[in-house]
């Protein structure tokens, strides 16, 4: 098997891949499952838990060291699935992320998955693409390459035909064409050891923002157990029923499940988002998602459809029109004889100048490369007679980058050259209607068409590759004649006027950033509905320097800013969060990964993006479609408010089981308790687990995107209002109504002593009962901060309904399983005490819709004044 000029046949291609394997890394190392394991048993919540029960063993409370042991291993186990789940999800969402390099098979260039490429074939490369395996080059135009992950060396390296190439770097500038020498395992990224070493990544907000609030609830937990077991030893207690009390406070308090909860949340939020195209490549993306205050964004790929069409060709002979289908050549033309064979040879030193073609699959002609170079190709074809428009041999490329904003080639002894008109017509010797040409500019510009005007010269001495051509093509891009100018449409996408309406009900601020003419950008902002009222158009030149002047200029809605270059965004990115805005960036090309890494959340595109951008993102666009963005953003608000409904419901649960030990406390000890520490460590395992599921699988609130950004902390007056001073209170009253009302009947009196035993189990039974009916309620009541659970139907969450039935089947099991019942030291309910309990239910449904009604009045009533 041999490699010809032309890369690898197809069958060489699938024999090397079938005896090589594919080009796959090894899995990067990660913690061992014995050690994930082994993690969730002893972190500081468990270790206390452990303590706990060790000195219950001690103390001679066996039953108390067993349950809290059982608490220990059912919440571990619990965290240890949840994080897998969590870690599959993401692994899943990672393998959807499109990963496909060029390579020339059969003598054309095709696009194939990078795991798919083996040793021998021929890779086509351009700025910003990965290197898919160890590669020699062999064609090099103006090449240079990242390699600081290999080297640690942030400067990028220079590329000649014969020098070496790495798997996992970067293309930075210009376009290569490279054999590969090595793939997967035997390359030598995969040989570096200390790659295998996976780094820790830096807290993000929310995980600050749950510590926060893992370690105020741990306060509270160690404090009320400490006064607890000061207040019983004052009361006459023994020490050790006094540090019963104080260990049933503190593990009734203590948020075991909190976190792991959080992270399937944040997992199945981002299930969603793939569900709708937005590939988020890390988990806390979903919640600072929510958040975004402000979203910059491309013009092209992501507003419109970068299905670009030459729709017009403008030459001193005169203008040329066409109108055609998609990248099919055939196509109407408009025009005279004289406009029509120059606008031909325009076109075809445009297509010279330009490495993207439109190619044929099956029956539908599409883009293989960039869709502007491709519409150019078209252009070519349409324009020739026989719709062939041969191919012009180049003997040098000095590719596009944003500093020169164009792009030439030396081909046949002539220069060819295309661009943006403000880069090419200073070159060029004027034309004999300089007025004409500046017209038919402004026109095109106006009617949102992308122009590129084209040039050429005669280039002096001999030609052909062996030619030493200079790096820098400056010294011939000199003296050029105008060609004429290309006008190319790029439909809006259907969705983006939609969208671009749902952010602004949303509170969120768009702004377009874009290369484009500024005649150009402000005529697709107007016609999507972009353009803000004042009409601010900018160009990336006028930018003051000052960021806090360049964030005043900014922070508006609608401003567009073009011919932006990346590291101007990389500047309004640190404007704008100087501001205060949590920020979403969107980018796709080689230079844009310092402006994502910025933002608070970089967004780049799945389908048209290079490499780096992708992986310098946390959100990938699969369709590069900026109505995602919006999706995104309602399922990161969606994840914030499950965040919040579940924690809300725990926090009602901890009022509910403090409550009897206040009671307790408060009488001197002559109050029996209604709780004890067994039935508090089985309520957390009974009430807490399987609704905060439920309830961290909500779907996004109808209304979610027509209210501004959250920018509170997860526990704010808000919820510790509703918490502490509507759930928590009915919840906490019918479990001790539930609980006197049984000893009442029973003929017990305050100040009587210590009722019977068995009624006293029977009256613990009503309480234990009345906690997990409330809480039930309770789950129903959490699914939504402003709206009663019977306006959101109660079965358009069905995990809940599988939650609340393996709950009353627990209870059940609790109260009636003899053992058991014996061990928590309970019974089944009286008829009185029963009914109580079921009363809960309607109760805090009752207090909880007053709650809801009584804000939805204050935030309608208009201020004073």
Known sequence: MTTTVGGLSTADAARRLAAD??????????????????????????????????????????????????????????????????????????????ARVLVRRDGRAVGIPAAEVVQGDVVLLSAGDRIPGDVAFAVTESCTVDESMLSGESEPVPKKPGDEGFGGTFLVNGNAEAEVTATGVRTRLAAIASLTSAAHPPQSPLDVELRRV????????????????????????????????????????????????????????????????????????????GSTTFICTDKTGTLTQNRMSAVEVWTPEGAVTLSGSGYAPSASITG??????????????????????????????????????????????????????PEVPVDARWPFDPARKRESVAAAGRLLLKGAPESVLPLCVAPADLSACAAALDDMARRGLRVLAVAERALPGTSGRDR?????????????????????????????????????????????????????????????????????????????????????????????????SPEQKLRVARALQLRGHVLAMTGDGVNDGPALQEADIGVAMGASGTDVAREAADLVLLDDDFATIVAAVEQGRATYANIRRFLTYHLTDNVAEL??????????????????????????????????????????????????????????????????AVLGPVEAVFE???FTLTLWLAGWRPGEGFPDVGILAAASGAAFTT??????????????????????????????????????????????????????????????????AMLSMPALLAADSWHKRVRRRRRVVPAAG
């Open 336 to 389: 005279g004889a004289d406009a029509v064979e120059r606008a031909r040879g325009l076109a075809l030193a445009a297509r010279a100048a330009s490495r993207g073609r439109a190619v044929l699959h099956g029956d539908e002609w599409t883009a293989e490369g960039d869709p502007m170079e491709a519409a150019l190709d078209v252009l070519a074809r349409r324009l020739d007679r026989e719709q062939a428009a």
């Open 771 to 836: 906690v997990v009916l409330a809480q039930l309620a309770n789950a129903f009541a959490c699914r939504s901060e402003s709206v009663p659970p019977w306006h959101l139907g109660w079965r358009t969450n069905p995990l809940m309904l599988r939650a609340v039935g393996v709950e009353l089947l627990a209870l059940l099991g609790f109260l009636l399983i003899v053992p058991v019942a014996e061990m928590l030291g309970h019974a089944p309910p009286t008829t009185a005490g029963l009914l109580v």
């Open 21 to 98: 394997g594919p080009n796959l890394l090894p899995q990067a190392h990660t913690v061992p499952r014995w050690r994930a394991f082994a993690a969730e048993f002893t972190h500081f919540f468990a270790v206390m838990l452990w303590v706990a029960a060790a000195l219950a063993f001690v103390a001679g409370m066996p039953q108390l060291g067993v349950a809290v042991t059982i608490v220990v291993i059912i919440n571990g186990v619990f965290a240890y699935v949840q994080e897998a789940r969590a870690e599959r999800a993401a692994s899943k969402l990672r393998a959807m992320l499109p």
């Open 736 to 738: 001790m109504a539930a």
């Open 659 to 724: 409550t009897p030990f206040v009671v307790w406390a408060l009488s001197g000890g002559s109050f029996p308790l209604a709780l004890g520490v067994l039935q508090i460590l089985f309520l957390d395992i009974g009430t807490d687990l399987l609704p905060a599921l439920a309830l961290g699988s909500e779907r996004a609130d109808k209304r979610a995107m027509q209210r501004p950004p959250e920018r509170r902390h997860l526990m704010d007056t808000r919820l510790m209002v509703r918490v502490f």
């Open 214 to 289: 893992v370690r105020i609830i741990s306060v509270v937990a160690l404090t009320f157990g400490g006064v607890f077991f000061a207040v019983s030893l004052l009361a006459g207690t023994s020490w050790r029923d006094a540090f019963l009390f104080a260990i049933g406070v503190s593990v009734a308090l203590i948020p075991e499940g909190l976190l792991p909860t959080v992270t399937l949340s944040l997992a199945m939020g981002a299930q969603r988002m793939a569900g709708r195209n937005a590939l988020v490549r890390h988990l806390q993306a979903v919640e600072t998602l």
């Open 468 to 564: 030493a051509w200079p790096d820098d093509p400056g010294v011939l891009e000199q003296q050029l004649m105008l060609l004429g100018l290309v006008g190319l449409h790029d439909p809006p996408r259907a969705s983006v006027a939609e969208a671009l309406r749902a952010t602004r009900t949303a509170g969120i601020k768009v702004a377009m950033l874009t290369g484009d003419h500024p005649t150009t950008a402000a005529a697709i902002a107007a016609e999507i509905g972009l353009l803000g009222p004042d009409r601010t158009v900018l160009e990336g030149k006028d930018l003051p320097e000052d960021e806090h002047l360049l964030g005043a200029l900014l922070d508006r809605d609608g401003v567009v800013v073009s011919r932006v």
